[in-house]
C-alpha cells in the first residue's frame, strides 16, 4: 500500500511524507523535502501519526531553504539524508554538518518498502532532482521546483497513478505583482517555475486512464490563486475542478492520499 501526504506546499516551506506498507510490517515513511518551520512540521507529523525520529529517510530534492529547513534537525535525530552530490555540496557550503548519502539521476533507491526514483528537472539549483515513488504496484510521481517538462522528466513520471505537480503562477498576476524584474524574470525562465498554463501542458501529456489523484503543488501566494490552478488542471483533464486538489502552505486539505 503506498498513500502520500502534503505537509506543507509553497515559498514559506515544503514538505511531502511519503508511506508504504509491505504485508503486515511496519510502515516505511520517507519525507520529500524539509522546509518551513520546526515546530509546524513536528506538529503537522504528529497528526499523522508519525515522530520525526521514525523517518526512514528525508529526500531533499535541491539547496533552496523553502526545502532544506529542518535538515539539520532532522539528522541530528538519526533520519539519514539523501540528496544529489551538488545538492549535498551546496548543503555543507550553507553549514549544514553531516553526512549526506548522495544519489544520482536514474539511481534506483530501496529504502525499506519503497522505491525512490531520482530524476533530473531544470532548476536554478545545483543539482536538483525530483522523484517517483513506488510500493512495487502503484506509483506516485513528484515534480516542483521545475521550468519546464523535459522529454526526459515526462519518461519519468510517465504511468504514475498519482501526481503532485507544481502550478507556481499566473502569468498575469506575475507581471503585474510586486516582485522586482530580476526575479518575475528569474520565476518564468526555463529554470525557474512552471505556471498554470505549462503545468496543465505537462498534465495533458502525462495522463492516462489510471491517472486518479492529482495536487497542484507549490503555488506562490502572491502570483496564484487554488483556484485558477485548479481550474486549468481541470481542462487538461476534462474533469471538474472539485477532483483537482491544491496544496497550500499548510499542506493539502486531506490528511492522507491513497496511490
Request: with cysteine; charged share 20%.
Amino acid at each position: 500500500m503506498l498513500r502520500f501526504a502534503s505537509l506543507g506546499s509553497g515559498s514559506s516551506g515544503n514538505a511531502t511524507l511519503v508511506e508504504a506498507r509491505s504485508g503486515a510490517g511496519a510502515p516505511t515513511r520517507v519525507l520529500i523535502d524539509c522546509g518551513g518551520g520546526w515546530r509546524a512540521l513536528q506538529a503537522a507529523l504528529a497528526e499523522r501519526g508519525v515522530a520525526p525520529d521514525a523517518l526512514a529517510a528525508v529526500f531533499i530534492t535541491h539547496e533552496h531553504r523553502d526545502h532544506t529547513a529542518n535538515a539539520q534537525r532532522l539528522h541530528a535525530a538519526g533520519v539519514p539524508v539523501y540528496a544529489s552530490a551538488g545538492t549535498r555540496e551546496a548543503l555543507h557550503a550553507a553549514g549544514f554538518a553531516g553526512d549526506v548519502r548522495a544519489v544520482r539521476d536514474g539511481q534506483d533507491l530501496p529504502i525499506g518498502a519503497l522505491l525512490l526514483q531520482p530524476f533530473t528537472v531544470p532548476h536554478d539549483a545545483r543539482e536538483p532532482l525530483q522523484l517517483r515513488c513506488s510500493d512495487g504496484a502503484r506509483h506516485l510521481g513528484v515534480m516542483t521546483d521545475c521550468g519546464h517538462l523535459t522529454a526526459h522528466a515526462a519518461r519519468s513520471l510517465a504511468g504514475c497513478h498519482a501526481l503532485m505537480l507544481e502550478a507556481n503562477h499566473d502569468p498575469d498576476m506575475l507581471a503585474a505583482g510586486r516582485y522586482p524584474a530580476f526575479l518575475k524574470r528569474r520565476i518564468a525562465g526555463a529554470h525557474g517555475h512552471l505556471s498554470n498554463a505549462q503545468a496543465a501542458a505537462a498534465l495533458a501529456q502525462l495522463a492516462h486512464d489510471a491517472l486518479h489523484t492529482v495536487i497542484a503543488a507549490h503555488l506562490s501566494e502572491q502570483n496564484n490563486l487554488p483556484e485558477l490552478a485548479r481550474a486549468a488542471f481541470a481542462r487538461a483533464l476534462g474533469c471538474k475542478e472539485d477532483d483537482i486538489i491544491a496544496a497550500t502552505r499548510h499542506g493539502a486539505p486531506a490528511e492522507w492520499y491513497g496511490v
